[in-house]
């Protein structure tokens, strides 16, 4: 799909995305949350630091040395991430 995808395609999925702000509907979730994204991901980690703010029992983590995929990029600390949040809730 990438791959056949134009260019103007996904710079208008891009500006989708940028405009999509769903913080004022999560402020009512009342689960725990963790958020995870490398923090050499451009922009996103400060936005989903922000948007994990709103939800009264989010966490977030940035992940070191991991761009887009940390889950990927940096496996074992993002295990050890996941299993630290899942042993406290």
Not at 47 to 55: D, E, H, S, T, W
Request: charged share 15%.
């Amino acid at each position: 799909m990438i791959i056949c995808a134009s260019v103007d395609g996904f710079v208008d999925c891009v500006a989708a995305l940028c405009d999509f702000n769903l913080t004022e509907k999560v402020k009512g979730i009342q689960i725990p949350g963790l958020y995870v994204v490398g923090e050499c991901d451009g922009g996103l980690p400060e936005a989903m630091a922000k948007f994990a703010q709103a939800i009264p029992q989010a966490s977030f983590v940035g992940i070191a040395g991991a761009g887009h995929l940390p889950m990927v990029e940096q496996s074992e600390a993002f295990v050890k991430v996941v299993r630290n949040f899942l042993g406290s809730s």
